[in-house]
């Protein structure tokens, strides 16, 4: 069973959320990139149909230029005609005027295009020459001379001059054409690089989810299954425990059933030896009535080594049997108190802890009053749910040894506080007295264990019975101390004892 | 005790010297009736029901019983005498031992034991107590075998 305790977890919270984050970020960077995508291709619409436009203008600028030409051309045969009509000169010099105006603006919106240039350099060059013309044939008409003028006109008609100024007039306008279904297939392949950037985002982020998607519920599988696997190991955890518990009380038990086997075997030949020194007691007491009647009748007959025997030799052995049995008859009977106290069964009731230091110190008052002692609750103590005996038995133990281990120089003054904190409630009984010795502060809890000078009666048991006491309700002792400093015993307990150890 | 009846003490324990200082005590609390006495049950179960000196055939007796015996507990002989038929199952046993649990003394006087004694440590009680025990001996009624 122990060995699953060093299962490990498939779920790996850390890596989860660093793939899910990737996940994300991937994600983003995706939907940035349709953004870009987006705005560029905006940009790239609003310039195309900035640049249609201004085809459009350079193609309305070139009509408008050839028309005023054509217009020019046709009011002056208009009034070669007839000279006579004046509104013919009249619009001949609206248009005359209209042209440079005309080129100007041409010029002006095809400034970028260096083959436009050219062309309009031809345009101008050919231009010139007609205006020159022009301006000659009229003022000859304005002169009279219409027969001057029908022959220039005539010449001029039949120079290539016109188709040449039309050619290129063509070619300008097939040059925007061509500009404007370049820029037009530009436009169409920006608009389709825009559809594949939205697709291939679009796919990213699918992939993503899905992809997120399945990584999420893996970690919930994984998740659900490390909870199972933790249910599992906690149950075997409980199982362990129980086992454990009951394995513990069983050695307890064991150990309680021993001392308590083993006191009451020593107890018996203890009493044949308690008994049988008696009888030797008094068989000696016989024997030194002979000896004492034989020095008086018949001296000759007792020696030295009989009345040293009969008068000192076994009275001072009877005398160490005796101390040493009773030492341990006394050593016996603590070691049976205890297997007995650790035998009894516990019954945890609500304590008046305040009531209960009353009583120990009713119960000492006559020593009390004695010594000068005095016995004070700090405070009030805190509630506390246990067993009656046990805590009475450990309250007068420890108050009991503050008042016995005085220190020599002053009165003693027992304090006794308490308090519950988080989900322990702790109990201090501190004193003035002679303090402990740092390194007896184990040693005390021991059994037949003493420490400091030896001046007071003991078998060094209550300790020992207070730190079972408390251990069997759940708590702990300790104890801080320093020579000569009084003594502080700190007993920590479970606010309620609860009888969960089946005894 | 009856004197002309003789009545006899039937003494198991398995403690030779506690046997010693009882028996010692007894005496000194002037009982002189005859004192029978074993070291462990087997023996003890089988004077008492089998013997010809025994209660069961002979006359009447009080057992004095140990309850802590090598080869069975003293509470099986007690249940044993008292369950039986016969006349055994009158004769006082008088429990002397070192257990002073509670729970065991309820269990003695629940199979019928007549007195409960748990053994003093300190000698001088000890002899006390059995010479206290010796002074009620001699007091006692016993009932007669033959009715």
Known sequence: MAGEQGHSFAVNDGKIGRVLIAFMAVGFVALIAAGIAAAWVTGEMARHSQAVSHTYEVELSIAETRRLIEQGETTRRGFLLSPTTASFLDAYNTTAA???????RLRQLTYDNPRQQVHLRTLDKHLRELLALRAESMELIVAGDIAEATERFREELSSVRLRQIRAVFDLMAREERNLLRTRDAQQERSISLFYTVLVVAGLLLGAVAIAALLVVVRYTGDLAQSREQLQQLN??????????????SRANDEIQRFAYIVSHDLRSPLVNVMGFTAELEAATATLRELVERAQEEAPAILTEDAQLAAREDLPEAIGFIRTSTQKMDRLINAILALSRQGRRVLAPEPLDLMRMVGQIRDSMAHRLDETGASIDVVGSLPALVSDRVAIEQILSNLIENAVKYRHPDRAVEVQVRGAAAADRVWIEVSDNGRGIDPRDHERVFDLFRRSGTQDQPGEGIGLAHVRALAYRLGGTITLRSALGEGATFRLSLPPTLSLQEKS | M????????????????????????????????DIKHFLDGTSALDYLFNSPHGPMLNGPALVLLDLNLPDMSGTDILAKIKQSDGPVKRTPVVVLTTTDDSREIQRCYDLGANVYITKPVNYESFAQAIRQLGLFLSVIQVPDIEE
């Open chain 1, 98 to 104: 209209a042209l440079p105006v005309a080129t100007k």
């Open chain 1, 235 to 248: 149950e075997s955890l409980e199982a362990i425990v129980v086992d454990r518990t009951s394995d513990l």
């Open chain 2, 2 to 33: 009856n004197a002309h009846q003789s009545v006899s003490i039937v003494m198991i324990e398995d403690d030779e010297g506690h046997a010693r200082l009882i028996e010692k005590n007894i005496r000194r609390a002037g009982i002189m009736n």
